[in-house]
């Protein structure tokens, strides 16, 4: 007997919805049903709902104006009773998976926490160089999504260092673990934009992904300052910039959201791409790197470690947080030699980690079924 999940997004925008993506793409032939909840900048002065089917799949758009965003941050519980009473009056769903809950869903009924599967994408918070607004606003959602594990009785991660910790916290609970999906869409695979930052640079060290402390952006800055590299450092993604930018031309930061069709290029014409990251429990630009062939240096941090083929190395592992090692390592692949060799092996570690997605849903839903 088939299980029919339905997918649950509380922000459906920006990384979490290319995490959504993925995760549907994955179990496509599972998922009934979608709940995408979305902040939308208009002249609507009320939540709307709207609702699509197309061949035995449903997607239900929730669209929230910008303006009481702030307002349900402080007061989601008339907003959540919403989404309860949806996801109880649907018969069709056998289990629904959340796949973000934002700073959603306080109380679940306890009629429904059979029902549902949470995914935990951070058992600890991220070590994070922001103003107190804003560290005040990760705190609160962290806690609810404490909160949340603690009244659920199945949780589900990304991360084999995740699994065993949310083992050892919840001994009585269901912890599923779902190996990191590839990142990889139809979009970047077929968009061939050039970033206007970067037009006329075809090499250059690459960084990619959100800006935040926990990456290391801030190590790989001081490590290339202090080198006597002229190939250019490329950082390429959206954020808060907490570091000292040096006045030195060849770094080059495109703070912005990076479209999906520009991904490709991006990636094509980096020499190598660079995660110096200090801590770290789930890593999608991974498989990005892998997918383009492009070598990597990376931290020994797990989510790095259980993603590389020792046998076939697609790059470098150094320790977190060591800048004399990324110096080490940045001048390593200065020689065209060496970065040949890695990227032969890249694409074999995208092939062994993310190549058979088949065998990714089969792993995941034996688990759900002893559920």
């Known amino acids: 007997m088939v299980m029919n999940i339905g997918l649950i997004n509380m922000e459906y925008a920006g ?46 758009k929730v669209s929230i104006p910008q303006f009481l965003k702030y307002y349900l941050f402080f007061y989601p519980e008339l907003f959540d009773k919403k989404i309860f009473e ?9 289990m629904w998976i959340i796949v973000w809950d934002s700073f959603f869903l306080r109380r679940i009924p306890k009629a429904l926490r059979n029902k549902l599967i949470l995914v935990v994408h951070d058992v600890m918070m991220h070590d994070a160089k922001v103003n107190m607004l804003r560290w005040i606003a990760r705190y609160v959602m962290h806690s609810r999504n404490v909160s949340k594990r603690r009244q659920l009785n199945f949780l589900l991660t990304n991360s084999k260092l995740q699994y065993y910790q949310l083992t050892e916290l919840y001994p009585r609970k269901m912890i599923l673990y779902l190996p990191m999906m590839p990142t990889i869409t139809e979009e970047m695979v077929n968009g061939k934009e050039k970033l206007p930052e970067i037009e006329g640079i075809d090499s250059y060290f690459l960084f990619f992904g959100r800006i935040e402390y926990y990456k290391g952006i801030h190590l790989l800055v001081d490590a290339y300052k202090r080198s006597n590299i002229k190939i250019p450092l490329v950082i390429a993604g959206r954020g808060s910039i907490y570091f000292d930018i040096p006045d030195n031309k060849n770094i080059i930061i495109i703070n912005r959201f990076i479209r999906q069709e520009e991904i490709s290029t991006l990636f094509r014409q980096s020499r190598c791409v660079v995660f110096p990251y ?26 790095f470690i259980e993603n590389f083929d020792f ?39 995208y092939e062994k980690y993310y190549g058979n997605i088949s065998k990714i849903v089969s792993s995941l839903f034996d688990d759900i079924k002893k559920i």
């Open 86 to 94: 949806f996801i109880e009056n649907d018969d069709s769903i056998d």
């Open 278 to 303: 200090i801590s770290a429990t789930q890593v999608g630009p991974l498989s990005i790197a892998y997918y383009y062939g492009r070598p990597v240096i990376t931290t020994s941090l797990l989510p």
């Open 15 to 60: 990384g979490m919805k290319d995490y959504h993506q993925n995760f549907l793409r994955c179990i496509r032939d599972r998922v009934r049903k979608e709940i995408l909840v979305e902040y939308i900048d208009s002249k609507a002065k009320t939540i709307m709902v709207s609702e699509t089917s197309f061949d035995n799949f449903s997607t239900v």
């Open 311 to 349: 046998q076939n190395p697609p790059g470098v592992i150094i320790n977190p947080g060591d800048v004399y090692s990324l110096i080490w390592a940045l001048e390593m692949f200065l020689d065209d030699q060496v970065v040949a060799e890695f990227s032969a092996n890249s694409f074999r570690n």
